[in-house]
């Protein structure tokens, strides 16, 4: 099955400054990548996502990339914010299939 | 639009007694539903898949006589975690494919607490 690692568990940056959160798969036959941003007692919620067809997106602030040869996307953050701050989960998964979470990056932005 | 609805979104209950626990999906059909279990500071892990009409798919690890689910109409899935235990206490997440793509859609999640 698919097997998704994240990196790093935390982060801490200053406000203004640009986050980085790296996920690698093992399946290459995975082709949607969401990323959801979780804060405390509540549901995830889809930030941005990308298929396998493309290889970067970007959406105000975020930007997500994919190299589907070495297996990795990555978040991109920038001009992060106080309220940037929660769990970060990436995901990966076939058509229509199942989503294998990465483990998570807790993300503090500090004033 | 695509909603997903969850209800109780808090309940706590002494052990042995079992807990249901409603997932809808509010403005779409959703074919297939998935549950999760979150515990603090972890990943979701999913527990199951559940499809209308049909019998739902268990992750390994997961005691299928334990976690019933049914999965009766297009728009609602039940999870009922039966003779619960203190282990069992755990944030219970479900979420709905609107089929077409592969985005799901997350319910407000389940806070369960087994006194």
């Known amino acids: 099955g698919e097997n998704v690692e994240q990196h790093p568990s935390t982060l801490s940056v200053q406000e203004g400054d640009s986050a980085v959160i790296k ?3 093992s399946d290459s036959a995975s082709n949607y990548f969401p990323w959801y941003k979780q804060e405390l007692g509540k549901r995830p919620q889809l930030i941005i996502d990308i298929r396998s067809n493309v290889g970067e997106k ?3 602030r975020i930007a997500v990339t994919l190299n589907k040869t070495a297996k990795h996307f990555s978040l991109h953050i920038t001009e992060t914010q106080p309220e940037d701050s929660a769990v970060y989960f990436c995901a990966a998964s076939r058509s229509r299939s199942t989503l294998t979470f990465g483990k998570g990056t807790m993300l503090l932005v500090s004033p | 639009g695509a909603v997903v609805s969850q209800h109780p979104s808090r309940v706590i209950c002494k052990s042995g007694t079992s807990v249901k626990i409603e997932c809808r999906s509010l403005d779409f059909q959703a074919t297939t539903m998935f549950w999760y279990r979150q515990f603090p500071k972890q990943s979701l892990m999913l527990m199951a898949t559940s499809n209308e ?4 798919t268990y992750e390994q690890g997961v005691e299928k ?4 689910i049914n999965h009766a109409s297009l728009t609602l899935s ?3 975690v039966t003779s619960a235990h203190p282990e069992d206490s755990s944030f219970y997440i479900c979420s709905a494919d609107a089929g077409g793509s592969n985005e799901q859609f997350f319910g407000p999640g389940t806070r369960l607490t087994v006194l």
């Open chain 1, 58 to 60: 970007k959406d105000q």
């Open chain 2, 65 to 68: 006589d334990k976690f019933l």
């Open chain 2, 53 to 56: 009409g049909s019998k739902a």
């Open chain 2, 78 to 80: 039940t999870l009922t």
């Open chain 1, 23 to 25: 996920c690698t798969y």
